[in-house]
């Protein structure tokens, strides 16, 4: 089983609908991050949460919702989105928050596509 | 701003050596990552650098010059599998990761 689990790996949804995005990690880290990686943009880091607590919010609008209801899983929920909001929505997790070597550990990543 | 540059896309041919740049400016440095991702697949771990110098890691080395403001990735004996992207991220001051767009790397037999 790999390190970090993302479900679905690609999803399709209406700007009205209201769809949530898994991400599991199997490492027991107490970090986990969501990232979203536009086409030929860098990687844009949107929440992370370190001991379930959100420690960074990059002024992502309100469409966007995490949910981390413990160390190992996260939630990102998603309704009224836009299309410029389709893009790869990557998770990742890292042992800590600290200023040491923290490595992230990405899973492959949901495909999202807004019409 | 912070800003980090790389080159978009570079092409080499099988077994030879190819060097991927990467140049940053940020408010403070506290170490640079490169990672490295497949099409549709999760980005992993390549190097890490925060001291000046080269970290050698079999096929793969990794530059770090801090007064420059500058690294690069150097691969060797190229692979078929390499063909990948490659990402640059700096962390700064504030121990937040400043992310390049990547560079493709397309490995031609």
């Known amino acids: 089983e790999t390190g970090v689990t993302q479900t679905p790996r690609h999803l399709v949804m209406g700007m009205t609908n209201k769809k949530s995005l898994k991400c599991e990690q199997h490492?027991?880290?107490?970090?986990m991050y969501w990232y979203k990686q536009s086409a030929k943009k860098p990687l844009e880091l949107m929440f992370v949460y370190n001991f379930k607590e959100q420690t960074e919010n990059n002024s992502v609008p309100s469409r966007f919702s995490p949910e981390c209801p413990n160390s190992s899983h996260l939630f990102l929920h998603l309704h009224t989105l836009q299309p410029e909001d389709s893009a790869l929505y990557l998770c990742?997790?890292?042992?800590?928050?600290?200023?040491?070597?923290?490595?992230?550990?990405f899973g492959s990543g949901t495909q999202l596509s807004v019409l | 701003g912070q800003n980090i540059d790389q080159p978009t896309e570079m092409t080499a041919t099988e077994g030879a050596i190819v060097q991927i740049n990467c140049t940053y400016q940020t408010s403070g440095f506290n170490g640079l990552f490169w990672y490295q991702q497949h099409a549709g697949e999760a980005p992993t771990f390549l190097s890490y650098n925060v001291l000046d110098g080269l970290e050698e890691k079999g096929r793969f080395s990794s530059f770090l010059s801090r007064s420059k403001g500058y690294s690069y990735l150097l691969l060797k004996e190229l692979q078929m599998k390499d063909s990948a992207s490659y990402l640059c991220a700096v962390r700064d001051s504030n121990y937040q990761l400043i992310w390049g767009a990547g560079t493709k790397l397309i490995i031609k037999p």
């Open positions: 490492l027991g880290h107490n970090a």
């Open positions: 990742a997790s890292s042992q800590d928050t600290g200023t040491g070597v923290e490595k992230l550990f």
